[in-house]
C-alpha cells in the first residue's frame, strides 16, 4: 500500500537555534511561508499540516497563499469545530478544494485543553466539545453531499434549508483527518474520519490504539488509515544523532515556555499529552530508537517524541510503524526547514523505495 508523508509548514521563521518544538504562531511572514512550502515540495512530501491554535494565524487563509506557491504539494487544514458554522466551512473548504485542484483535506482537531478553548469563547467541557463535533461533522458531510436543500435540527446546530452550490472535487467530499486520543475522541472519530491520527507511542500501544479504533468504526462499516507523527532526528552517523538530539533537549528545556498545564511535573488535560508523559517515565528509550524526554519536558505538548539515528535507522523504524499499519507518516524536525530539505534528501527516499519494494513483492506473491 502506498504511504503518504507529511510534514508542517509555519507562518515565521523558526528553529534558528535548531530546537523549534512549535512552528506555528507569530507574525505572517510571507516570503518565509512560501519558502518552507516549496522546500517541502522540493523533499517530495505528498502533504504539509497546517496547524492551529488560539492565537495563531488562520490555517484557511495560510493554504491559500502556500497553495498558489506550489504546485503538486497538498494540504492538511488543522480545523477546530465550533468557532464557525459547518454550513460556512462547507462552502469554505469546497471553495479551496477547487482553487487548489483537490489539494486539500481537514484535519479535525475538538481541543483537549479548555485554557485554549476559552480565548476563543468556548466553554463547553471535553465531552460535549466532542459531541459537537460528531454534529457538525455531520452536518459538514451533508453539505458536500446533499443534492438539494436540507433542514437539520440538533443539540447544537439549526439550520433551514441549508445548500452549497460548491461541493468538493471528490464525490464523497474532502478528506477528514482527526486527531484525539479520548474515548469520547475515538468514537466520534470511528464515526467520520478518513484518517485517524496518533502521535509517536511505542510501537504496541500503537498496535492497540489501531485495533480500537478499527473495531469501533467497523460499527459503521468503515476502516479509516492511521497516521503516526514522530520527530526525526538524523545524522550521518549513530553517535552524532544522539549528540545531537541532547543538545535538543538542551536547548528546549533552557527556553521552555512557562505555559500553564505544560512543562515537567504537571499533568497535561489533553490524553494524548497525557500519554506521551506517561511513556517518557517508563523509559528514556522504547523500541528501537524511540525516544521521549523531549516530550517528558514538555509535558506532552508539541508532539514530541523523536526517532534518533542515522537515516538508515530511522527510515527502518519508520517502517515498522508502517508494518502495523500506519501507512501516513507525520514527520517534522527540531529545525524545520532544513530538517524538511534533510528528510527529502537522505530519509524519504529511503522509506519510499521500501515501501515499493514491498508492494512489488507483495504483487509478485499473489
Same mark, same amino acid.
Given at each position: 500500500?502506498?504511504?503518504?508523508?507529511?510534514?508542517?509548514?509555519?507562518?515565521?521563521?523558526?528553529?534558528?537555534?535548531?530546537?523549534?518544538?512549535?512552528?506555528?504562531?507569530?507574525?505572517?511572514?510571507?516570503?518565509?511561508?512560501? !519558502?518552507?512550502?516549496?522546500?517541502?515540495?522540493?523533499?517530495?512530501?505528498?502533504?504539509? &499540516?497546517?496547524?492551529?491554535?488560539?492565537?495563531?494565524?488562520?490555517?484557511?487563509?495560510?493554504?491559500?497563499?502556500?497553495?498558489?506557491?506550489?504546485?503538486?504539494?497538498?494540504?492538511?487544514?488543522?480545523?477546530?469545530?465550533?468557532?464557525?458554522?459547518?454550513?460556512?466551512?462547507?462552502?469554505?473548504?469546497?471553495?479551496?478544494?477547487?482553487?487548489?485542484?483537490?489539494?486539500?483535506? #481537514?484535519?479535525?482537531?475538538?481541543?483537549?485543553?479548555?485554557?485554549?478553548?476559552?480565548?476563543?469563547?468556548?466553554?463547553?467541557?471535553?465531552?460535549?466539545? %466532542?459531541?459537537?463535533?460528531? @454534529?457538525?461533522?455531520?452536518?459538514?458531510?451533508?453539505?458536500?453531499?446533499?443534492?438539494?436543500?436540507?433542514?437539520? $435540527?440538533?443539540?447544537? %446546530?439549526?439550520?433551514?434549508?441549508?445548500?452549497?452550490?460548491?461541493?468538493? &472535487?471528490? =464525490?464523497?467530499?474532502?478528506?477528514?483527518?482527526?486527531?484525539?486520543?479520548?474515548?469520547?475522541?475515538?468514537?466520534?472519530?470511528?464515526?467520520?474520519?478518513?484518517?485517524?491520527?496518533?502521535?509517536?507511542?511505542?510501537?504496541?500501544?500503537?498496535?492497540?490504539?489501531?485495533?480500537?479504533?478499527? @473495531?469501533?468504526?467497523?460499527?459503521?462499516?468503515?476502516?479509516?488509515?492511521?497516521?503516526?507523527?514522530?520527530?526525526?532526528?538524523? !545524522? =550521518?552517523?549513530?553517535?552524532?544523532?544522539?549528540?545531537?538530539?541532547?543538545?535538543? &533537549? !538542551?536547548?528546549?528545556?533552557?527556553?521552555?515556555?512557562?505555559?500553564?498545564?505544560?512543562?515537567?511535573?504537571?499533568?497535561?488535560?489533553?490524553?494524548?499529552?497525557?500519554?506521551?508523559?506517561?511513556?517518557?517515565?517508563?523509559? $528514556?528509550?522504547?523500541?528501537?530508537?524511540?525516544?521521549?524526554?523531549?516530550?517528558?519536558?514538555?509535558?506532552?505538548?508539541?508532539?514530541?517524541?523523536?526517532?534518533?539515528?542515522?537515516?538508515?535507522?530511522?527510515? $527502518?523504524?519508520?517502517?515498522? %510503524?508502517?508494518?502495523?499499519?500506519?501507512?501516513?507518516?507525520?514527520?517534522?524536525?527540531?529545525?524545520?526547514?532544513?530538517?524538511?530539505?534533510? %528528510?527529502?534528501? $537522505? #530519509?524519504? =527516499?529511503?522509506?519510499?523505495?521500501?515501501?515499493?519494494?514491498?508492494?512489488?513483492?507483495?504483487?509478485?506473491?499473489?
Amino acid at each position: 500500500m502506498p504511504v503518504e508523508i507529511i510534514g508542517m509548514i509555519g507562518v515565521k521563521p523558526e528553529g534558528a537555534d535548531g530546537a523549534a518544538v512549535h512552528v506555528i504562531g507569530g507574525a505572517v511572514d510571507t516570503e518565509w511561508l512560501r !519558502a518552507f512550502a516549496q522546500a517541502h515540495e522540493k523533499a517530495d512530501f505528498d502533504r504539509v &499540516l497546517v496547524g492551529y491554535t488560539s492565537t495563531s494565524a488562520e490555517g484557511f487563509a495560510v493554504t491559500g497563499y502556500a497553495a498558489a506557491h506550489t504546485e503538486r504539494l497538498s494540504y492538511l487544514i488543522a480545523h477546530r469545530p465550533g468557532f464557525v458554522a459547518p454550513t460556512l466551512t462547507a462552502r469554505a473548504a469546497a471553495t479551496l478544494d477547487h482553487v487548489t485542484n483537490g489539494r486539500v483535506a #481537514l484535519h479535525i482537531i475538538t481541543g483537549g485543553s479548555d485554557a485554549e478553548q476559552t480565548r476563543d469563547g468556548d466553554w463547553l467541557d471535553h465531552d460535549t466539545r %466532542y459531541r459537537r463535533t460528531d @454534529e457538525y461533522l455531520t452536518v459538514l458531510r451533508r453539505m458536500w453531499t446533499a443534492p438539494e436543500p436540507f433542514d437539520h $435540527e440538533g443539540e447544537f %446546530y439549526r439550520f433551514a434549508r441549508a445548500f452549497s452550490e460548491v461541493k468538493p &472535487l471528490r =464525490p464523497g467530499g474532502i478528506p477528514l483527518y482527526f486527531g484525539g486520543a479520548s474515548g469520547a475522541a475515538a468514537g466520534v472519530a470511528a464515526k467520520h474520519c478518513d484518517v485517524y491520527a496518533v502521535w509517536g507511542e511505542p510501537l504496541a500501544a500503537v498496535k492497540q490504539r489501531i485495533a480500537d479504533i478499527h @473495531e469501533q468504526a467497523a460499527a459503521f462499516g468503515r476502516r479509516p488509515r492511521i497516521s503516526v507523527s514522530l520527530r526525526p532526528i538524523i !545524522a =550521518p552517523t549513530e553517535a552524532e544523532a544522539w549528540e545531537r538530539a541532547r543538545r535538543i &533537549l !538542551a536547548r528546549v528545556v533552557e527556553t521552555r515556555p512557562s505555559v500553564v498545564g505544560e512543562g515537567p511535573g504537571i499533568r497535561p488535560q489533553a490524553v494524548g499529552a497525557r500519554r506521551l508523559v506517561e511513556f517518557s517515565r517508563e523509559a $528514556e528509550v522504547h523500541d528501537k530508537r524511540l525516544w521521549t524526554p523531549i516530550a517528558g519536558a514538555m509535558g506532552g505538548a508539541g508532539n514530541t517524541t523523536a526517532l534518533v539515528g542515522t537515516p538508515e535507522q530511522v527510515a $527502518e523504524s519508520l517502517l515498522d %510503524y508502517y508494518d502495523i499499519g500506519c501507512t501516513t507518516l507525520l514527520i517534522r524536525g527540531f529545525d524545520p526547514l532544513n530538517d524538511a530539505l534533510d %528528510y527529502g534528501r $537522505e #530519509l524519504i =527516499p529511503l522509506v519510499r523505495a521500501e515501501v515499493a519494494r514491498r508492494d512489488r513483492a507483495t504483487v509478485v506473491r499473489a
